[in-house]
């Protein structure tokens, strides 16, 4: 029922209640959401277009971690903690997401105990991707990897 996969199986006031404290913000093609480094206040729920993650290494290296599209989340990690951003987060097209504060939803939690849950998935499946994609870098030969992202670009944008 719920349209992010990070509220499945949350009750439905719980939910009411969360989505309650969000505002919408809305984004130009181009435009950035957060810089790496900026300060982490805020998980996004995004509610259409699509928006990429990527980071500069020290050697100034452009590394694209992932896309987000309608029904993904970004900026997980602000819910947990209160520290910076570990990325870059651009809208590939205009976009429009729900914005969260992390510390809302931390307080939210307290009267509403499936929002811990909430805050759990958002870490967790970062943890379950990250795992995946390091196990995948040191296994799977880079042609295979490079598939594998256009196949995730095509999902992402509506291609079967």
Do not use: C, N
């Not at 439905?12 to 919408?24: E, F, N, P, Q, S």
């Not at 913000?25 to 480094?37: D, K, L």
């Not at 910076?84 to 939690?109: F, K, P």
């Amino acid at each position: 029922m719920a349209e992010w996969q990070l509220l499945e199986g949350i009750p439905a006031d719980d939910v009411r209640a969360v989505l309650a404290l969000a505002r919408r913000a809305t984004y130009r093609r181009g435009e950035v959401v957060f810089h790496r480094h900026d300060p982490a206040d805020a998980i996004h729920l995004v509610v259409k277009g699509r928006f990429d993650v990527r980071i500069t290494t020290p050697l100034g290296d452009d590394v694209a971690l992932g896309l987000r599209g309608r029904g993904e989340t970004f900026g997980e990690l602000a819910v947990a903690t209160d520290s910076e951003r570990t990325a870059t987060v651009t809208a590939l097209e205009a976009s429009e997401t729900l914005v969260l504060r992390g510390s809302e939803l931390r307080r939210l939690a307290g009267r509403h105990p499936s929002v811990h849950e909430v805050l759990v998935r958002a870490l967790s499946q970062q943890v379950a991707l990250l795992s995946e994609r390091l196990v995948e870098a040191y296994t799977v030969d880079a042609e295979t990897r490079v598939v594998r992202r256009v196949l995730e670009v095509a999902r992402l944008y509506g291609a079967s």
